[in-house]
């Protein structure tokens, strides 16, 4: 079992910057891959992006791209979403997930957290 707490979402401006955390529990945080997910309201769940258990590689969606920077402290088991040149279309709540894939379905992924708020103002 893993529990997932997302923090560091809040309001930001068009063009900041925010940085989101996921701390997890459990000792097999590192055998696991991590993905951010963002949910709009009215619209379905979709992938931000992944990391390899091991940090090596990730995947993003071509919306955040090279905006967005996923990484991972397996020693803090805790894993990062960097978001840069943020837009209003940002806006969503933010799930941390994990599993043993790094897909972007969110089917694949075994355990979620509770999501933290991100509002970006034009």
């Known amino acids: 079992q893993v529990q997932l707490v997302e923090s560091g979402g809040g309001l930001e401006q068009a063009g900041g910057s925010l940085r989101l955390s996921c701390a997890a529990s459990?000792?097999?945080?590192?055998?696991?891959?991590m993905g951010w997910f963002r949910q709009a309201p009215g619209k379905e769940r979709e992938f931000v992006a992944s990391?390899?258990?091991?940090?090596?590689?990730?995947y993003y969606a071509d919306s955040v791209k090279g905006r967005f920077t996923i990484s991972r402290d397996n020693a803090k088991n805790t894993v990062y979403l960097e978001m840069n040149s943020l837009k209003p279309e940002d806006t969503a709540l933010y799930y941390c997930?994990?599993?043993?894939?790094?897909?972007?379905?969110?089917?694949?992924?075994?355990?979620w957290g509770q999501g933290t708020q991100v509002t970006v103002s034009s």
């Open positions: 997930a994990c599993g043993f894939s790094t897909s972007s379905s969110a089917e694949l992924y075994d355990y």
């Open positions: 459990g000792r097999a945080f590192s055998r696991y891959a």
């Open positions: 990391i390899t258990w091991g940090g090596r590689t990730t």
